[in-house]
């Protein structure tokens, strides 16, 4: 059951095309940030309150924009997080209509085996580093693969498409250095 790259490259843009055209424009790493916010607030209760002009944080990251972060803290059921909630439903339930994944395959991919071999540690390991680089500097840049590129590139910001050229020109060369064999 696997999808041709046209179809599902053109899915993608019908997606984001409808997430444009009827809410807003797609971009997922802020939610990373309101996840943590949940969880601190959870831990420490009053790391978000509530004032009479909305919500604010005794973090000045969740409490900046007008304390923008510190309200989607406090109620997360919001469009936003709901769709990175739904992007990893959707990805389960891709993989159960494909009828899962085998023991090798969930413990490490095929081509990382390939490359790297069988012992999962190492791709623990590389990708909760990868993730995190990823996210530290999606944070920094303020916003995401998704929001940068995809959502740019559809909005036609040159920042979307100098974003894009940095992230292939970054990531062909990576590929081509730690995928030397196929799987």
């Known amino acids: 059951m696997t999808l041709s790259w046209k179809v599902g490259g053109l899915a993608l843009g019908l997606v984001f095309f409808l997430a444009v055209l009827l809410v807003k424009p797609i971009g997922v790493s802020t939610q990373f940030v309101i996840l943590d916010g949940i969880l601190w607030d959870a831990a420490s209760p ?3 309150t509530q004032t009479d002009e909305g919500y604010t ?6 409490a900046k924009s007008g304390g923008k972060y510190a309200k989607s803290v406090a109620n997360p ?7 990175v909630l739904a992007m990893m439903a959707g990805a389960a339930a891709s993989v159960f209509a494909r009828g899962g994944l085998g023991a090798d395959e969930r413990r490490a991919p095929a081509l990382w085996r390939a490359n790297f071999g069988d012992g999962a540690g190492k791709r623990y390991l590389v990708a909760f580093l990868g993730g995190f680089i990823v996210l530290y500097g999606a944070r920094l840049a303020g916003g995401c693969t998704s929001g940068h590129m995809m959502s740019g590139m559809m909005q036609t910001a040159i920042s979307g498409y100098v974003f894009a050229v940095g992230a292939f020109a970054a990531a062909i060369p990576t590929a081509l250095l730690m995928f030397k064999a196929e799987d």
């Open 46 to 48: 009053g790391v978000v």
């Open 57 to 62: 944080s005794t973090n000045a990251y969740l």
């Open 77 to 83: 059921l919001n469009y936003s997080f709901v769709f």
